[in-house]
C-alpha cells in the first residue's frame, strides 16, 4: 500500500474507528512522506516536534483560505475558528494569545487542585447514586464531560445553569477542524458555531454591563479599552475557542484514559495505591491514546525533515498519534507502560500552538483517574463502548460501566454510610 492509498485508507470510516494500524502503514514510508504533489504526512515524533516548533511552518492565513476554501468568509464555522489564536499565526497569534495566558499561569492552575477534587467528588456521587438501581451509567455523560466543562466554565464565568448547553454546540463545530468534511457536516458546524457566538454575544453584553471576576470580563476590559489589542471578533471567537478546546480534549483523555485502565486492571491497581504516581500515568495515557490526532502545517520556506524536501506551500498533515508511538522514541509503543522513564507526547502539540490549557487538562485528569479508582473499586466496562467517528478529536460518545455501589467509598469528609449527593 502506497502513501497515497494508506491516507485514503485513513479518512475512511474503517481508519477512523482505529487508525493505528494505518499510521503504521504510512510509517513504513519514513517518518515524514510525501502523499501528494505538495501534501506531506509526519509520522516520527522528532519530525512532528521540529515541525511544529519551526517558524518557518504555519498554520491556514486568509490567502490560502481564500485559495482553497472559497466561500469561507461565509461559514460562521471557519470563520470563527479562523479568528482565533486557534488558527492564526505571529503576531496575531502571540498577541492574542498573551491576553488569555493570565489565566492559565502554573500559580492558578495548582490553586484550583481543591476545586477540581471537590467537583470530580461530587460527579462520583452522582454516578453512584445513579446505579443504586443496579443499571450501568454513561461515564462520559456522567463524569468526564460535566467535569471539564465546568472547569472551564467557571473559569470564563458560564454559569452552571448554561453548561449542558455546551456539549452538542461544541460537537458540532469541532466538525470543522477534521481534514476532510462534507457540505452537511459543514452545515452542522455552521450551526453550532452560530449558537455559541450567540452565546457569547450575550454574555459579553452581560459583563459589559456587571463585570466579574473571571476571564469573560478580562477579556472584554481588553476589547473595551480601544487600543486594538483585541478586535469584536477576536473577542468572540476566542471565547468560543477557550469553552470547546477547554474541555473536548480533557473529555476524550478522560474517556480515552479510563477505557484504558479499565483494560490494565494491574496497572490500574498500582495507580489506586499510589495516586503520587498520577503525573506520570497521564503522560502515558495522552502517549498512549491522544485525544488530539493530528493537525495541520503549511510551508513558507523551502525546507528538510525527515531527509525529504518540503517546498515552500506545501501541507504537512502532522499525525500526532503516530508520533505518540513511534518505536524510534517509545520502545514497544503499541504497550500501555506508565513507567517509561521518556514521554514528553505530542498530544497537546508543541512550538507557539502549544496547547494554552495543557496544564490544566493534565491537573483535572491527575486528580480524576485515582479518585475514581479509589471510590469505585468494583468500576467495569459494561456493554460496548460507541467512538466517535472523527479522527481530528478522538474520543467516545457513550462509555457504559457498572459501579459496584456496595464497595463504593464514600466522599471525603462525608461520614460513612451518608447517602451520596443526589443527581
Known amino acids: 500500500m502506497d502513501a497515497a492509498e494508506a491516507l485514503a485508507l485513513l479518512m475512511s470510516p474503517e481508519g477512523r474507528a482505529d487508525p493505528y494500524p494505518t499510521y503504521e502503514r504510512l510509517r513504513a514510508h519514513g517518518p515524514v512522506v510525501q502523499a501528494g504533489p505538495v501534501f506531506y504526512v509526519v509520522t516520527g515524533h522528532d519530525e512532528a516536534d521540529a515541525i511544529l516548533r519551526d517558524p518557518g511552518f504555519g498554520v491556514m492565513d486568509d490567502v490560502l483560505r481564500d485559495r482553497f476554501l472559497p466561500g469561507w468568509r461565509n461559514s460562521p464555522a471557519v470563520t ?51 446505579a443504586e438501581g443496579g443499571e450501568p451509567v454513561d461515564f462520559m455523560a456522567d463524569f468526564a464531560y460535566p467535569l471539564p466543562v465546568g472547569v472551564i466554565c467557571a473559569l470564563l464565568g458560564v454559569p452552571a445553569a448554561d453548561r449542558p448547553l455546551f456539549r452538542r454546540w461544541a460537537a458540532d463545530l469541532t466538525g470543522v477542524l477534521e481534514p476532510e468534511i462534507t457540505a452537511d457536516e459543514l452545515a452542522v458546524a455552521d450551526s453550532g458555531a452560530t449558537e455559541l457566538r450567540d452565546y457569547f454575544t450575550d454574555l459579553v453584553a452581560a459583563r459589559r454591563h456587571t463585570p466579574a471576576d473571571d476571564l469573560t470580563s478580562a477579556l472584554v476590559r481588553v476589547h473595551d479599552a480601544g487600543d486594538e489589542r483585541l478586535s469584536g471578533d477576536e473577542l468572540l471567537a476566542n471565547l468560543v475557542v477557550l469553552l470547546v478546546a477547554g474541555f473536548e480534549t480533557t473529555t476524550n483523555l478522560l474517556g480515552n484514559g479510563l477505557a484504558v485502565l479499565l483494560e490494565h486492571p494491574r496497572e490500574a491497581g498500582a495507580l489506586r495505591d499510589h495516586p503520587d504516581l498520577a503525573p506520570a500515568y497521564v503522560d502515558e495515557l495522552l502517549r498512549f491514546d491522544s485525544p488530539v490526532q493530528l493537525t495541520t502545517r503549511v510551508s513558507g520556506v523551502d525546507t528538510r525533515h525527515g531527509d525529504v524536501d518540503v517546498p515552500a506551500g506545501a501541507w504537512a498533515l502532522v499525525l500526532l498519534g503516530a508520533a505518540n508511538r513511534d518505536p524510534r522514541r517509545y520502545p514497544e509503543p503499541e504497550r500501555f507502560d506508565p513507567w517509561r522513564a521518556q514521554l514528553n507526547p505530542l498530544s497537546f502539540g508543541a512550538g507557539p500552538h502549544y496547547c494554552l490549557g495543557a496544564a490544566l487538562a493534565r ?38 460501566v457498572t459501579i459496584d455501589t456496595r464497595a463504593a467509598a464514600p466522599h471525603r469528609g462525608t461520614p460513612a454510610g451518608a447517602a451520596p449527593a443526589t443527581p
Not at 84 to 106: E, K, Q, V, Y
Not at 376 to 381: E, H
Not at 383 to 399: E, K, S
Open 80 to 130: 470563527s475558528i479562523s479568528r482565533s489564536m486557534l488558527r492564526t499565526n505571529p503576531p496575531d497569534h502571540s498577541r492574542m494569545r498573551r491576553l488569555a495566558a493570565g489565566a492559565f499561569t502554573p500559580r492558578r492552575i495548582g490553586a484550583m487542585r481543591d476545586v477540581v477534587t471537590a467537583q470530580a467528588d461530587d460527579l462520583v456521587d452522582t454516578m453512584v447514586a445513579r
Open 363 to 400: 491537573l483535572e485528569a491527575q486528580v480524576a483517574f485515582p479518585l475514581l479508582l479509589r471510590r469505585l473499586p468494583g468500576l467495569a466496562p459494561a456493554g460496548r463502548p460507541r467512538r466517535r467517528t472523527r479522527l481530528t478529536l478522538r474520543g467516545y460518545d457513550t462509555l457504559p
